[in-house]
């Protein structure tokens, strides 16, 4: 038939990265038989790999007004519009599509999902219950159930979710931190531990989770260790500018002020525009009587972004009874 020929020259160009020519067979392919499924499933996904998400919306607008029958219409006009934030009308589509298929398990997933986003915790919980209803359990499930519970800060329920995860599938290395996490925020941080460093041996180049562990390591005093966390978070990822903010801070609490200032020098290196590093580093100099230097960070600080300069004072609220500083950022005031 035509529209498996339209489908395989689609695949072809897909292939070697020519997604608009992709795009353009899919779309023969549809209008030769717009019950093609695996056309519609592959047009949504040469869309979001193109980055075209706001013609993925009116390609299946279009169509949905042509077949409002077609419940994988519906469902990749939903994934569109949560690709684009649009939670709610995501919402919308995934309840068209639930409505002409009642078994549709992906359709629940992803609405609970765009719940989940929209912080409708409880909505979300019980839609992704709604999927276990219409398939085989599956780890993933459970996991976001397990999130949607510990964002409730109702911990029991989370840590039970979580361990349903491992349980299917013990190599899911989110479940896993995700015990960890609400260990921690139970009070049992060493026992969370263990489970953070489970996580860690399943996804060991992960830098959320050695950014975790660190914390953790330095909540219970083990500063050495969180140390070597923190230099891994750097290794794996130094756009992340937090990591040196903290890691700078925990070599300050230690009273490394040197080591503090040579972890911030080096941030505001990859992070030249971030006015935090700048304001820290100026707090830093002050501490050690660096008064001059000192200044001049301040004044790049000031000059980035004038709002956080509070954070001056968080970190050294002495420096609030210092003219020299309280001068200057009023010098900035707008």
Not at 207 to 236: N, P, R, T
Not at 243 to 249: E, K, P, T, V
Not at 310 to 317: C, R
Request: hydrophobic letters at 40%.
């Amino acid at each position: 038939m035509l529209n498996e020929i339209y489908l395989a020259m689609a695949f072809e160009f897909e292939n070697t990265a020519k997604f608009d020519d992709a795009i353009y067979y899919l779309k023969k392919a549809i209008a030769e038989n717009p019950e093609n499924e695996a056309a519609l499933y592959e047009l949504a996904f040469c869309y979001e790999l193109n980055g075209q998400s706001e013609e993925s919306v009116k390609y299946y607008t279009d169509f949905t007004d042509k077949h409002p029958y077609t419940a994988t219409a519906w469902f990749n006009l939903g994934v569109a519009y949560n690709r684009l934030g649009l939670f709610e009308k995501a919402i919308d589509s995934y309840d068209f599509a639930i409505a002409i298929q009642d078994d549709f398990a992906s359709a629940y997933f992803n609405k609970a999902n765009s719940l989940a986003n929209l912080n409708k915790l409880d909505e979300a919980i019980e839609v992704y219950k709604d999927t276990l209803k219409v398939e085989e359990p599956d780890a993933i499930t459970f996991y976001y159930i397990g999130e949607c519970y510990e964002k409730k800060e109702d911990y029991d329920h989370a840590l039970i979710y979580y361990n349903k995860a491992i349980k299917l599938n013990s190599q899911l290395a989110d479940a896993w931190l995700g015990i960890g996490i609400v260990l921690d925020a139970q009070e049992k941080t060493h026992e969370g531990m263990h489970y953070v460093k489970k996580a860690l041996e399943l996804e060991k180049e992960n830098a959320e989770y050695w950014y975790i562990y660190g914390e953790l390591q330095q909540k219970m005093q083990f500063y050495e260790d969180a140390e070597e966390s923190f230099k891994k978070v750097i290794e794996l990822d130094p756009t992340n500018a937090e990591i040196w903010l903290d890691y700078s801070n925990l070599l300050f609490e230690q009273e490394n002020k040197n080591g503090s200032l040579e972890i911030l020098a080096e941030g505001i290196k990859h992070h030249p525009q971030n006015a935090a590093l700048q304001y820290r580093i100026a707090a830093c100099l002050m501490s050690i009587g660096q008064k001059q230097e000192a200044l001049s960070f301040l004044q790049a600080a000031l000059t980035l972004d004038y709002e956080k300069h509070n954070e001056l004072f968080e970190y050294l609220p002495d420096l609030k009874e210092n003219s020299s500083i309280t001068d200057l950022i009023e010098s900035y005031k707008k």
